[in-house]
Nanobody
Framework: QVQLVESGGGLVQAGGSLRLSCAAS????????TGWFRQAPGKEREFVAT???????YYADSVKGRFTISRENAKNTVYLQMNSLKPEDTAVYYC?????????????????WGQGTQVTVSS
């Protein structure tokens, strides 16, 4: 059974940083495209960042230059380092895994999802 478990969310002031973690069981992240998505109240879940099998990264324009996605194969964990946080980054953040090498930011192409972790950025 596959499980993705996010952690690291919390309350931070604008300009601060947080690092989210996503630990997997039942699958190996090194063989999946992994992504981070977020959902703010009343809004659709949106793409944040993705990491391909080969290590290529892609980011939403809204987070480019501030967020970094990475993977630690030995721990089977994916991270999202978030710097220079803004109030508009407030959302529940979800990690996801896809067997489709073309998944990128396409939410329907992701096979497995975590339960989410809340990030709140105060102004």
């Amino acid at each position: 059974q596959v499980q993705l478990v996010e952690s690291g969310g919390g309350l931070v002031q604008a300009g601060g940083s947080l690092r989210l973690s996503c630990a997997a069981s039942g699958l190996s992240f090194s063989r999946y495209v992994t992504g981070w998505f977020r959902q703010a109240p009343g809004k659709e879940r949106e793409f944040v960042a993705t990491l391909s099998w080969s290590g290529n990264t892609y980011y939403a324009d809204s987070v480019k230059g501030r967020f970094t996605i990475s993977r630690e194969n030995a721990k089977n964990t994916v991270y999202l380092q978030m710097n220079s946080l803004k109030p508009e980054d407030t959302a529940v953040y979800y990690c996801a895994a896809s067997k489709n090498s073309q998944a990128y930011g396409s939410r329907p192409l992701y096979d497995y999802w975590g339960q989410g972790t809340q990030v709140t950025v105060s102004s």
